[in-house]
């Protein structure tokens, strides 16, 4: 038996979710999402990249916003999970404290450091290997520190009076020197081979240098060294390379009669502004009977213009007069992400990293189930 070939127009209905007045319907309730019972639905590499896309929107270095179209929510997720969790980054985990005789704890203290995002040359931070952390079971078989697991930082502040400071001054920036501990304040010290990746502008430092640490007073000081190592967000959030990593189904509007007049303005304000747009109505669509245009030349319109603003709120739905009028849905297949980097990847290069990362996993499993064919 030949498989059932849709058409175009049942292709196209399936790929939107339908938005209710308080419902969500025709979301996929197959088996398999995207396989439909009778129909060929084999992979093939040319109708995958007949069918994908990414359309960027805005891509700056610490948030990039970009359309991922014709795949399944799976991938996608997949995707976001990777950006989140299991692309390695620096930051501080061990902290040795010299000297700390400001009001902050010690334990306070060390727990900011480690939340300070830190940026470097992405190629020594790709270079470094993995530090191995000493277990319960086994407290000597830890890393022993080095050039190629453990990047060095200090931090070496004294609060001392300013003798230039005027005389009716009651500000404590200019009354002390250091009385604000920044981030700026921490230093680096490459060690051995770091000086061929670490240098210059690739050197590992703060990516906010007015990071507010701690605040001084004359007589307080803090001393201490800072062992940064890689880690991943699913080991602890300040391994984390972006701040969010998030997408969203790309809205589906549709105007199915009319709205004319004062209801257009009244239905523009449902939605945030630039979805909705207005077009006068031509007298060659005014005079067509049974478009409900007739009688209504010259008068303003409803269209959609951008539906990639929209938030899909539900606004319009509550209104009677637009009842019939409108349909609200989500493009099943068209993902709009939204990362912000904490700055030590580009945001752009921080998804490049993910398809790295999800490679590797797809080679470890064909590696995996060859094995378990033998």
Not at 317 to 344: A, M, P, Y
């Amino acid at each position: 038996m030949a498989p059932v070939v849709p058409s175009q127009e049942e292709l196209d209905h399936r790929k939107i979710i339908n938005i209710n007045a308080e419902t969500v319907t025709n979301i996929s309730s197959t088996d398999f999402p995207g396989h439909w019972p009778g129909e060929d639905h084999e992979w093939a590499l040319d109708k995958f990249r007949r069918d994908f896309r990414v359309e960027f929107f805005q891509n700056e270095p610490y948030e990039a916003s970009f359309s991922f179209i014709g795949v399944d929510a799976s991938i996608a997720n997949a995707f976001r999970r990777i950006l989140i969790e299991e692309i390695p980054t620096l930051a501080v985990e061990y902290v040795f404290i010299h000297l700390n005789t400001s009001v902050i704890q010690d334990e306070v203290l060390a727990s900011r450091l480690g939340l300070i995002p830190l940026q470097g040359s992405v190629e020594g931070i790709n270079w470094m290997r993995w530090f191995k952390k000493p277990t319960d079971d086994d407290p000597q078989g830890g890393s022993s520190p080095s050039d190629y697991n453990t990047v060095v930082l200090y931090l070496d502040v004294e609060c001392t009076i300013n003798p230039n400071a005027a005389p009716d001054e009651d500000d404590p920036r200019e009354l002390y020197n250091n009385a604000h501990v920044y981030a700026k304040d921490i230093s680096f010290l490459p060690i051995g081979r770091q000086e061929q990746f670490f240098v210059g502008e690739g050197a590992i430092r703060p990516v906010n240098p007015d990071i507010l640490i701690a605040k001084l007073r004359p007589g307080q000081k803090i001393n201490m060294e800072l062992h940064c190592i890689k880690g991943t967000g699913a080991d602890h959030a300040k391994f984390s390379p972006v701040g969010t990593a998030t997408y969203r189904l790309m809205p589906d509007i549709k105007i199915l009669r009319p709205i004319i007049g004062d209801d257009a303005k009244k239905f523009a304000k449902c939605f945030p502004g630039g979805v909705i747009g207005f077009e006068t109505i031509t007298s060659e669509e005014a005079s067509q009977k049974g478009s409900g245009y007739e009688d209504h030349a010259g008068e303003q319109k409803a269209v959609v213009r951008n539906p990639f603003n929209d938030t899909v709120s539900r606004e319009c739905l509550r209104h009677e007069e637009f009842q019939g009028k409108v349909k609200l849905g989500r493009v099943q297949d068209h993902f709009i992400f939204n990362i912000e980097s904490t700055g030590q990847f580009p945001s752009d290069l921080l998804f490049l990293e993910s398809v790295k990362v999800l490679k590797l996993k797809c080679a470890r499993l064909k590696r995996d189930l060859s094995t378990l064919m033998r």
